[in-house]
Antibody, heavy 121, light 111 residues
Framework: QVQLQESGPGLVKPSGTLSLTCAVSGGSISSSNWWSWVRQPPGKGLEWIGEIYHSGSTNYNPSLKSRVTISVDKSKNQFSLKLSSVTAADTAVYYC??????????????WGRGTLVTVSS | QSVLTQPPSVSGAPGQRVTISCTGSSSNIGAGYDVHWYQQLPGTAPKLLIYGNSNRPSGVPDRFSGSKSGTSASLAITGLQAEDEADYYCQSYDSSLGNYVFGTGTKVTVL
């Protein structure tokens, strides 16, 4: 079955750039799905960051749009997140998730295990 | 803060029925957007519980049910079990914000 696995540095310095990758296994990233990033600060709720389709089309949370870039690498069957100018407020568990093309809005039917990223000097 | 409001906590004894509300507005639930629900067990990733207001993915027990009316939605858990202790989140879309939105989350405690 399809699985998602996040990877990347667990510690990022303030004002730096957070970079994470989500590897898709057991299925193709070129399927009819959208691929998202969602984060959860410690002890708090979920926040959607953005999504990408295998064609490269993206949608971002307007509150983060100026700092976020999501890209896809079909040759490696993975997609990535870059978040620039990070502060302590960006400390969170970052999840990658899959959303089908159906639904209004789309729903997230598969999640990675998540990776904790701490912003600290 | 989120535009979808949930009660911080609900509790019930084993076997009882509990409900979790998700209150929105005319720019999200009230605009006709579907509501989805997720269960997050301690220390794990969220799991899809209900999609399209009232549909259960394969493998989700029929003890879980969802409904939507007006600007609100609800998740009901009947025959509460110890394994249902978790955080629950609703999710929809907000046209004013232009993005997917999650509810504030509700912690369910089995007494």
């Amino acid at each position: 079955q399809v699985q998602l696995q996040e990877s990347g540095p667990g510690l990022v310095k303030p004002s730096g750039t957070l970079s994470l990758t989500c590897a898709v296994s057991g299925g193709s990233i070129s399927s009819s799905n959208w691929w998202s990033w969602v984060r959860q600060p410690p002890g708090k709720g979920l926040e959607w960051i953005g999504e990408i389709y295998h064609s490269g089309s993206t949608n971002y949370n307007p509150s983060l749009k100026s700092r976020v870039t999501i890209s896809v690498d079909k040759s490696k069957n993975q997609f990535s997140l870059k978040l620039s100018s990070v502060t302590a407020a960006d400390t969170a568990v970052y999840y990658c998730a899959r959303a089908g093309s159906r639904g209004a809005p789309r729903y997230f039917d598969l999640w990675g295990r998540g990776t904790l990223v701490t912003v600290s000097s | 803060q989120s535009v979808l409001t949930q009660p911080p906590s609900v509790s019930g004894a084993p076997g009882q029925r509990v409900t979790i509300s998700c209150t929105g507005s005319s720019s999200n639930i009230g605009a006709g957007y579907d509501v989805h629900w997720y269960q997050q067990l301690p220390g794990t990733a969220p799991k899809l519980l209900i999609y399209g207001n009232s549909n259960r993915p394969s493998g989700v027990p029929d003890r879980f049910s969802g409904s939507k009316s007006g600007t609100s939605a609800s998740l009901a858990i009947t025959g509460l079990q110890a394994e249902d202790e978790a955080d629950y989140y609703c999710q929809s879309y907000d046209s004013s914000l232009g993005n997917y939105v999650f509810g504030t989350g509700t912690k369910v405690t089995v007494l």
